[in-house]
């Protein structure tokens, strides 16, 4: 008996077998077994398992020979012993032992399982089906349809499915399962945690994001608000799939955030460690990620097979990482490895073989094996389309890879085609996907769609010479994927605000709540950057405003669908134009080379009155975004007023951008511009052209936000009636001296820019007009005054950060990356309570003086039609690649103004009463004439008075809108 108190080992055997035999001799058989199983257990617990597993052979050997008739116990010894031999990775042995289990079962019990899938090593998933299929019959049968026991077989099946590719037949288990544990079990049964991360899988595979992140964080709910203490670590595997999620859809700080957490809670799993070594692979964190796949890859050998297929997942990401630091032989050798692994484990069928061929056509095509790699993406792109149809994520990824290598083998035929179809796909998703994303979100995902039409476009420009069918391509192009997020924000703010629904308006006003909040945080983070509960809230704030424009956008589905299907075609532009015009949409467009770098370039599509249309690349991003920046430095402090140095700047920039459609804008004396990029910070008409003269001496310069803006709105309000006028807020300052050298500016030009605002606009208009200024210009009379006016001139200081401007990489590091990139919040006016405080103070009033560019976007400005905002730099901001500039002139479009007219840099007082002064009294429809007649007539005063032209005192304003 000492013996038995150690360590049971398998070859140990004498002692426990004469105490067996014993037991046999003198009781009866079947004790035998029971004491044999006995001591399997026991070797099982003392860690043994090998021990365990002869043991219980032996007393299932018992079973057999003196209890035939009680198959289930034969049942129960061979699926123990199946359970050993998988712990030990004798898969084999253990899927006979499970094969045995099943051939004793007797079908009419079905308390228990005995089919226990092996599929995941052996690939039997056609036979584990099959074994399920039965078993649901069975219960079905003798259970009903709605007991727990039959929905955890309908689970067991979903999972089966999810491996074998068929998504939509595991999402309808996965429903069934969810449907009967709720009503049996209760919300809060951990099981529905299981099913409901599941669903929340199989629906990203499906790219259904919105109902996936749905169902993920009610799964963390489930398991992090469970009685058993020891389920809430469960909460690991839903949150691992929503940082997947989140970096699907470009959201690389929320992903790296929400797997960190998942990694506290199991800092060995696999899949975690994956997932975040991809978001680091999107930061460029080249090391981090490297770490994380060994880490996974480590853990994979130490639990599973050696030909087990995740071991693949590991090995591909270590692949990712070498081809981005460019190391071809290197993810070569771990890609061919990962395919033999795929091969052995799962076949020739699966999509995880096609992920092997993409990453393969890849690393040759950068090793120019141009052979070779075509027929990777061929073999690719055939296997993703059979798993997941033509309509998915990585279809698109070997489309585009495969029009960039057709490209460089001069065919550019098929990688036109390609690239069309990869654009297609990529829309599709957006589109599918974009009514229920907050409009940050929107940007970050929309980045994959920008690359795939740029990667079309290049396709387009590279053939030999450009037919009416390729300009009408590139004007779709152009047309769809530019401002596409701009017009669909448009169409949601102008649905909420029309809504008779009470749900849509609570949660609107919470929405307009939160975004205050929002602005007087940043406001205050602003002044104390070292406070970090500050930066925590405005992260927080951010995060719940998506939550409820997410919400909010639920509720105009078919309206943003609509805006999304009906594009404007080429025929509505050239309806749309003026008499005697030309529109010029400009493109800032950015597509990957088989290296994994980022090419950029600009292009333009001219469409013009006359019916004409050209599509035109004016080459690489880099010279042209240089040749602004050198533009812009003539308005920047310390000002030179040299007019020689500036028409030079001036010259070679109109010579990169519309030199090449000079022949066309010669004929036409109106010009409509769309900007993009840093062209959003470009006044065309100070350009210099090539008779030396400025543009806007020969043609009349307006702008819009995007090309729906030449077509009459979807949505219209009646316009409205009066004129607002906001002026000199710093009048009434304890120490005006001291608050106009903090905010910038003094204003005490202002007062007298209001006045002929008013004398211009009662001479011709009727309706009265509304002077807020000195101790009145408040943010509390301001919005009681806005609304239901026809114009709102607002002739105070403006507020910008430039020290906002970071790197707008998705997935910054930064703290506050999530709520910096592509805020409102860095733009501002200044209104009478800065006066009465520090500038920036850490004040708790719901009035801080800054009307930041957020709380404008909450206003309804519906049947506003112009809006002058003189102040310095109100038309500058934060650039977003095809949307435009991030600031105040934006706001003042979503709140639902039609016209724009803002400063590109700081004005001299008197030029901006004159300037401004002539365009107050029109009635909005020639507002870019107006501007055109008063900044040539003050030209014509400079060069009498000064004899120069320089354009800082009338070149800054531009008019947004028609």
């Avoid at 032996?58 to 123990?80: Q, T």
């Avoid at 499906?206 to 670590?233: S, T």
């Avoid at 997935?811 to 805020?823: E, I, L, N, Q, V």
């Avoid at 365009?919 to 008075?945: K, N, P, V």
Wanted: proline fraction near 3%.
């Amino acid at each position: 008996m000492q013996v038995l108190k150690h360590r049971i080992h398998g070859r140990n055997l004498i002692l426990p077998g004469i105490i067996a035999v014993l037991c046999l001799l003198i009781a009866r058989p079947y004790l035998a077994g029971a004491y044999c199983k006995w001591l399997a257990g026991h070797s099982a617990r003392q860690g043994n398992i090998m021990a365990a597993y002869l043991w219980n052979e032996r007393g299932r050997s018992w079973h057999e020979k003196m209890l035939m008739a009680k198959r289930r116990v034969s049942a129960r010894d061979s699926w123990k012993s199946g359970d050993f031999c998988y712990q030990i990775r004798q898969y084999w042995i253990a899927n006979e032992c499970y094969r045995r289990a099943l051939h004793y079962i007797d079908e009419s019990y079905v308390g228990v399982d005995y089919w226990k899938r092996n599929d995941e090593v052996l690939g039997s998933l056609s036979e584990a089906e099959c074994g399920y299929r039965r078993l649901l019959d069975v219960r079905c049968l003798l259970l009903g349809d709605d007991d727990p026991e039959t929905a955890a077989v309908h689970y067991a099946l979903g999972r089966i499915y999810q491996r074998q590719g068929r998504y939509r037949d595991a999402v309808a288990a996965y429903t069934e399962t969810l449907r009967i544990w709720e009503k049996s079990l209760g919300p809060r049964s951990p099981y529905l945690g299981h099913v409901l991360k599941s669903l929340g899988g199989v629906l990203i595979d499906l790219c259904q994001y919105d109902r996936a992140e749905l169902y993920l964080i009610r799964a963390v709910d489930v398991y992090r608000n469970a009685d058993d203490e020891g389920v809430r670590p469960w909460a690991q595997g839903p949150l691992s799939n929503l940082g997947s999620l989140y970096q699907t859809l470009g959201r690389g700080a929320d992903a790296e955030r929400t797997l960190l957490q998942a990694l506290e809670l199991n800092p060995r799993d696999r899949f975690t460690l994956d997932d975040l070594a991809s978001v680091y692979v999107d930061q460029k964190r080249w090391a981090e990620a490297e770490e994380m796949y060994r880490r996974s890859l480590a853990v994979r050998r130490e639990k599973l097979a050696k030909t087990h297929h995740e071991i693949s997942w590991s090995l591909r990401g270590l692949a990712e990482v070498r081809v981005l630091q460019k190391d071809y032989p290197g993810a070569e050798r771990y890609y061919r490895d990962a395919e033999r692994i795929v091969r052995h484990s799962l076949g020739d069928d699966c999509a995880d073989l096609a992920s092997c061929w993409l990453g393969l056509a890849k690393v040759l095509h950068a090793q120019n094996e141009y052979r070779s790699a075509g027929s990777y993406y061929d073999r690719a792109i055939r296997l993703f389309e059979k798993n997941f149809g033509e309509v998915h994520p990585f279809v698109a990824d070997a489309l585009l890879g495969r029009a960039i290598l057709d490209r460089d083998r001069q065919s550019l035929e098929r990688a036109r085609d390609d690239a069309r179809r990869a654009l297609a796909v990529r829309y599709k998703l957006f589109s599918d996907l974009f009514p229920v994303l907050s409009e940050r979100n929107a940007l970050l995902y929309s980045n994959s769609l920008r690359l795939a039409a740029g990667v079309y476009l290049s396709d387009l420009f590279a053939l030999p010479a450009l037919s009416d069918e390729s300009n009408r391509e590139i004007a779709a192009v152009v047309g769809s994927i530019k401002g596409m997020i701009t017009d669909r924000m448009l169409a949601r703010h102008s649905q909420w605000e029309s809504s008779s629904d009470e749900n849509v308006g609570a949660r609107l006003d919470s929405l307009r709540a939160i975004q205050r909040a929002l602005a007087q945080c940043y406001q205050r983070a602003h002044a104390q950057p070292e406070d970090g509960s500050l930066r925590d809230r405005l992260a927080e704030l951010s995060e719940t405003k998506d939550q409820l424009e997410s919400e909010l956008a639920r509720t105009s589905r078919s309206d943003e669908r609509k805006t999304a299907e009906n594009g404007v075609s080429v025929e509505q532009v050239w309806d749309g134009l003026p008499d005697h015009s030309a529109l010029l949409n400009y493109f800032r467009y950015e597509y990957p080379d088989v290296t994994g770098n980022t090419v950029a370039g600009y292009a333009v599509v001219v469409y013009t009155k006359d019916r004409d249309l050209r599509g035109v690349d004016l080459g690489t991003a880099q010279p042209i975004d240089s040749l602004v920046r050198l533009y812009r430095s003539h308005f920047e402090p310390p000002i030179l007023l040299d007019t020689e140095s500036y028409r030079k700047s001036a010259s070679r920039l109109y010579h990169a951008i519309c030199a090449p459609v000079d022949s066309i804008l010669s004929q036409w004396s109106n010009l409509i511009i769309i900007p993009d990029g840093p062209l959003g910070l470009v006044s065309f008409a100070t350009l210099v052209d090539t008779t030396g003269s400025y543009l806007i001496e020969n043609h009349a310069v307006s702008y819009l936000t995007t090309i729906r803006d030449i077509i009459p709105q979807q949505f219209s309000t009646p316009a409205g009636a009066g004129l607002l006028v906001i002026a000199d807020p710093l009048a009434h300052c304890a120490n005006p001296q001291t608050d106009a050298t903090v905010l910038g500016a003094n204003l005490s030009g202002s007062t007298r820019e209001a006045n002929r605002a008013i004398a211009q606009w009662n001479r011709h208009h009727r309706a009265p007009a509304v002077l807020l200024a000195g101790k009145d210009a408040t943010e509390k009379m301001f919005r009681q005054y806005c609304r239901g006016n026809y114009a709102i001139h607002m002739a105070t200081h403006g507020y910008w950060d430039p020290a906002s401007v970071r790197d707008q990489d998705r997935g910054a590091r930064s703290p506050d990356a999530r709520t910096m990139t592509c805020s409102l919040l860095h733009s501002g006016l200044v209104l009478g309570e800065s006066c009465s405080r520090e500038y920036c103070s850490d004040t708790t009033s719901d009035e801080d003086g800054i009307l930041h560019a957020e709380e404008i976007a909450s206003l309804d400005l519906r049947g506003t039609q112009l809006v002058v905002l003189t102040s310095c730099n109100s038309g500058i901001g934060d650039i977003e690649p095809g949307e435009g500039i991030y600031g105040l002139r934006r706001a003042f479009r979503l709140a639902g103004a039609q016209t724009i007219v803002c400063a590109l840099w700081p004005i001299p007082d008197e030029a901006t009463a004159d300037l401004s002064s002539a365009m107050s009294g029109t009635d909005g429809e020639s507002i870019s004439e107006s501007l055109r007649e008063a900044s040539l007539r003050y030209i014509r005063i400079q060069r009498q008075t000064q004899g120069m032209d320089h354009p800082l005192a009338w070149g800054a304003l531009v008019v947004y809108g028609r």
